[in-house]
């Protein structure tokens, strides 16, 4: 994949952070509650490090300190490491009474006390809870998941750790948490990021039931996931603690169990993060000895080094696409692109001689997806200039309400971070002159857009809006490189870039806009963008949306051009087009450069957003 280090963020590195570990989930466990022993963990090791068509699982991560059957002994993965020289990533349990804490804070002690130094060098680090701030979510409440804990314990106890660390052998080893990448973004929780070293996110399209999330679209929602959580980590290591596809089991919505479909989602996903980024599989072995459904186990109820499918990387999905920018797990501190939604129909009128675009009329998309595992929702309604607004969604689905103006809306998108409005700050709105177009919206669906109220949605992020969930650039200089997912808006006389957009059933009947936010240098914190040359930039809606692997020769046709803006100039909202929502549609948009324009930006929400986005009103 092409690197763009324009907006890479140095940071001082311990050798754990620096070094790509590569492993599966290890519970404390078998289906029949009996504990895994040492002889267990180091069977389960050792398979993993020589399964058939694989190379480099020689980490494990564990859930818990404490030996299943014991109330404060350590685990025995801990010799079984040692013994077969695997590198941990250990886990303390949290969402329970202090004295359970207290008991796993005597285990990891006890530990560090009789391993030390012998075991230093194979600890990854220490991931103090999982999935604790989801647990007490809307969503995991609704899905009576376990008890949660508040993000304030959550750090309380991230410290307690690292102070339980300190003066020992471990000392320094990063001290994390894990969760679902919606709770990272809601901002109630950024505590827990600025007290970690590190952060684990999990992440399961198959999960996805309230949303189209079949195989097809696995890849996509997946790296949507991640790409959230990068985006508000500010720059710390973003590790994948837990994904994957499950070999046997219930269709989820569209999701279908089946070892053809594990075998796809371990492609397009795991053979472009192995080696990249630090990544544990969910898993190794999870049938034994009765299989859960859903099962995700690689291997069967037989512990065996042949797995249920082939786990060969070929060249066709290898790591060189991933969707990082760097090679480094600890160097991915690019922010993320997200989720989004957009105009279809009537004209927007013009209000500006600056710029001129087409009104979008009818049109269909395919089938709009939501980020990886846990999903987000839409963001929340219009506030206060300077106040955050956010809602969150999570692993599985469920309808969130929000406002807009004076509607109440229901929405199933994976759009909703933590945002920061730009009332009040010194933006030009610029609406695009109105044109006419016509044509069917990307990928399959069919169907005209409703017609809209009125003219246009706001050109800034105060109320509802979208994201873009995949942004491709393509280069027609070289027609059949593909540079994969990026972060970054790149436009050039050679290079134009995709945005993929998914629009929420909620959408049906209200007005979408497509808008470009193009802030003052001086406005931006968390983003940059270099800018050369004279022209504009034209916005195209395509036939179909963009995959990972999309380039120049097989990017999809036009279906018609919306809108485009002549003369770019900092400081402009720009309204591209204005109508009805393409409502349960993934559509994709082109942005090309007119004349001599460069143009490479960060794309971001806050504060002072840049990049394309849709509003919803």
Not at 96 to 113: C, G, H, K, P
Not at 341 to 355: D, G, I, N, R, V
Not at 433 to 458: I, L
Not at 575 to 580: C, K, L, P
């Amino acid at each position: 994949m092409r690197t763009f280090n324009l907006f890479a963020i140095t940071a001082s590195l311990t050798t754990a952070y620096a070094q790509v570990f590569q492993g599966f989930n290890y519970g404390s466990v078998f289906t029949n509650s009996a504990p895994v022993t040492q002889q267990d963990f180091e069977n389960e090791f050792n398979t993993a490090k020589q399964l058939q068509g694989t190379s480099g699982f020689t980490s494990a991560r564990l859930f818990t300190m404490i030996q299943a059957g014991t109330t404060n002994s350590f685990t025995q993965a801990i010799p079984a490491a040692q013994v077969t020289n695997t590198h941990l990533l250990l886990g303390i349990f949290l969402s329970s009474t202090d004295e359970a804490f207290n008991n796993e804070l005597t285990a990891l002690r006890s530990a560090v006390a009789q391993y030390g130094q012998a075991l230093a060098d194979l600890i990854i680090g220490i991931s103090v809870g999982s999935e604790d701030l989801y647990r007490i979510s809307p969503i995991g409440i609704e899905n009576k998941s376990n008890p949660g804990e508040e993000p304030d314990a959550v750090v309380r106890r991230i410290n307690a750790v690292r102070a339980a660390l300190a003066g020992t052998a471990w000392s320094g080893k990063p001290v994390g948490h894990v969760d679902t990448w919606t709770a990272y973004v809601n901002a109630s929780n950024s505590a827990v990021i600025e007290a970690s070293d590190f952060i684990g996110t999990d992440a399961y399209p198959y999960f996805q039931n309230t949303m189209p999330n079949s195989i097809d679209n696995g890849a996509s929602l997946f790296f949507e996931a991640y790409n959230a959580t990068v985006a508000v980590a500010g720059g710390k290591p973003v590790w994948i603690t837990e994904t994957g596809w499950p070999v046997s089991g219930p269709t989820s919505n569209q999701a279908v169990a089946s070892l053809a479909n594990a075998k796809t989602y371990w492609d397009q996903v795991g053979c472009r993060v192995f080696g990249q980024i630090t990544t544990f599989w969910y898993t190794l072995q999870d049938a034994y000895p009765d299989t859960p459904s859903p099962s995700f186990g690689v291997v069967g109820t037989t512990l065996s080094n042949t797995p249920l499918y082939d786990l060969s990387c070929g060249t066709s999905s290898s790591s060189s696409k991933t969707p990082s920018s760097t090679s480094s797990s600890a160097a991915i501190s690019s922010r993320a692109v997200v989720a989004s939604t957009e105009p279809t129909q009537s004209q927007s009128s013009a209000t500006t001689p600056a710029s001129s675009a087409s009104a979008e009329n009818g049109g269909s998309g395919s089938t709009s997806s939501t980020s990886g595992a846990p999903v987000q929702s839409a963001p929340a309604s219009p506030v206060a200039s300077t106040k955050t607004i956010l809602t969150y969604t999570t692993l599985t689905t469920c309808p969130v309400t929000y406002t807009s103006g004076a509607q109440t809306l229901t929405s199933f998108t994976t759009s909703a971070v933590a945002v920061t409005s730009t009332h009040g700050s010194t933006f030009a709105t610029v609406t695009t002159s109105a044109g006419s177009g016509s044509g069917s919206g990307s990928g399959s669906g069919s169907g005209s857009a409703p017609a809209p109220t009125s003219s246009s949605c706001p050109a800034d992020l105060s109320g509802a809006f979208e994201y873009p969930h995949l942004i491709i650039p393509v280069d027609k200089s070289h027609p059949d490189t593909a540079a994969g997912t990026s972060y970054n808006g790149i436009v050039s006389p050679t290079v134009s870039s995709i945005f993929n957009f998914d629009y929420p059933a909620s959408t049906e009947g209200h007005l979408c806009s497509l808008v470009f936010l193009f802030p003052n240098k001086d406005s931006l914190q968390t983003s940059d963008y270099t800018l050369s040359g004279t022209g504009g930039l034209s916005f195209a809606r395509l036939v179909g949306p963009a995959l990972a692997d999309t380039t120049f020769n097989n990017q999809p046709a036009v279906n018609v051009t919306v809108g485009s803006v002549p003369d770019l100039q900092a400081g402009n909202n720009y309204v591209i087009a204005s109508g009805g929502c393409f409502a349960g549609k993934r559509v994709a948009y082109e942005v090309s450069a007119t004349g001599s324009l460069a143009l490479n930006y960060f794309q971001d929400y806050n504060p002072a957003p840049i990049g394309l986005y849709i509003t919803v009103c």
